[in-house]
């Protein structure tokens, strides 16, 4: 399916003050790699060549910088601006020349997401051609995030935006799966009290007609919040943690890449070249040999 990706890094980054002075949050880095490199891994998995970078004025140029075209990861990228933060559902309105009636795939630039059976959830999710797909994650502090309710079936029967007393312990990550009807859905929607069109309120555009699904992601599943700074340390020792155990590196953007067949083996060692007196381009210089 020809679904395009839309990676929303925009924000101030105000909870990770001062560190977002001066840089974006999702250039910062989570132990060895950028924490943009994350999410584009999640759009990648998924089978995603084609991606949308939204961020600010001011930050725009570091994702250029880091990424260019994307042709060196087999992908197409495309850089657009969003002024200020007026909401995560008003990405959709800011891809939608870029779109072109297509389905789309939205992620956060700060959602962390890792573990066994991870790729075959989000393929599974870019095969959806209608409606929309969304996740729930089990939390101990729901109050904090949007929370979504379902029946037995897997329908979603509500969904609440950080509620007082929440009906479930299972959180909205930032990773919506959505069919072409989107941008029209989001052009449809209210500013919320805080002037903002909620993404929230896109899922329940779909929900009210039973358009909406939901995909658990269990255990072996991680998904973390790395917009704080401890969340951010958290990411940082759970990534150095299990690549110094495994040998193997997570969100390795050239090697998902080589082993979707995005890019072929000369494409991993122009990569190896780029990065040759690190530990990430020796890692990538061992990928054909260890295979």
Known sequence: MDRMGILLA???GTRLAPLTTAVS???LPIYDKPMVYYPMSSLMLAGIQEVLIISTPRDLGFFKALFGDGSS?????????????AGIAEALLIAEPYLKGRPCCLILGDNFFYGEGLPALLRQA???????????????????????????????TSIEEKPNA????????????YDASAPTRARELQPSARGELEITDLNRSYLSQKQLKVELLGRGIAWLDTGTPQGLLEASNFVQAIEHRQGLKISCLEEIA????FIDADGVRRAAAAYKNSEYGKYLLSLEENQ
């Open 10 to 12: 925009g924000g101030s």
């Open 25 to 27: 949050k999702q250039i």
């Open 73 to 85: 990861l087999g992908l197409k990228i495309h850089y657009a601006e969003q002024a200020k933060p």
């Open 126 to 156: 870019n095969q959806s051609a209608s409606g929309a797909s969304i996740f729930g994650y089990r939390v101990q502090n729901p109050t904090d995030y949007g929370v979504v309710t379902f029946d037995s079936d897997g329908s979603v």
């Open 166 to 177: 929440p009906k479930s312990n299972y959180a909205i990550p930032g990773l919506y799966f």
């Open 258 to 261: 080589w082993r979707m067949k």
